[in-house]
Structures are given as C-alpha cells and as structure tokens.
C-alpha cells in the first residue's frame, strides 16, 4: 500500500442544471446540491488514491462529515480539494473542501476503507 498523508486529489464541476438540490431531491433552489457536492468530495478522493493502491484493491466510502456553507449558482465552477489527513490501517480520512470566486462553499472530511475487492464483492447478498 502506497498510501501516505498528505495524498492530494481535485474535482471541477460547471454547476448544470442536473447538479441543483431541486434536480436531484434534495431542495427546491436551482444551486448545487449537497448530494452532488458529496460526490464531487468523494470523486476528489479517488482522484487522490489514483495509481497508489494495489492490483486488486480498492476503496470504498465509509463516512462523509461536510458542512456546505455557501451556495453556487448554475454555470459557476466549484473546485473541490481533498488532501489525505489520517491513515489508521485500512480506514483512511481526507479533509475536503469546496470553493467556487466566491470563496469557500463547504468544507469536512471523508472516511474510506481499503478493501480487497473480491473479498468485498464476496459479502454482497446476490439474488438469484
């Protein structure tokens, strides 16, 4: 595992009318929604984690603390920012945060856990 504090990874978004609160349920403004926000914080964790993991490892998410302080209209940009914070063994901790011109738009952290993915997949309930 190459995995060390001090990871960085970035996601953009223009804000399009798909990422509003009331496109995706969570409101009725047409401004980025926290559920796209989330992904985006997730997306830039991945982003950090790219090349380092081992063939056949993976990570999944596990917790997402933000606060989402700001709104971003339709057509801005959002840059999200995730740096790795905390390694304690397979569970991992990036502070996040989000920022459009006109300064920060969230911040918080995200728990993921480095996970073998075939034994991960062995847990899914499959119907059949």
């Known amino acids: 595992m190459n995995v060390a504090v001090g990871l960085k990874g970035e996601a953009r978004l223009v804000v399009g009318e798909a990422d509003t609160a009331s496109a995706l349920g969570s409101g009725d403004v047409n401004v980025l929604g926290t559920p796209r926000m989330v992904a985006l914080f997730e997306q830039a964790t991945i982003d950090a984690l790219r090349g380092m993991l081992e063939e056949g490892q993976s990570s999944v998410g596990m917790r997402v603390q933000i606060d989402h302080?700001?709104?971003?209209?339709?057509?801005?940009?959002?840059?999200v920012e995730a740096m790795l914070d905390k390694v304690e063994g397979r569970r991992i901790t990036f502070a996040v945060t989000a920022s459009d011109s006109g300064g920060l738009v969230a911040a918080g952290k995200v728990t993921r856990v480095l996970v073998d993915v075939q034994k991960f997949m062995s847990k899914c309930c499959r119907a059949d």
Do not use: D
Request: glycine share 10%; aromatic share 0%; hydrophobic share 45%.
């Open 69 to 79: 302080l700001q709104p971003t209209p339709v057509g801005a940009e959002v840059v």
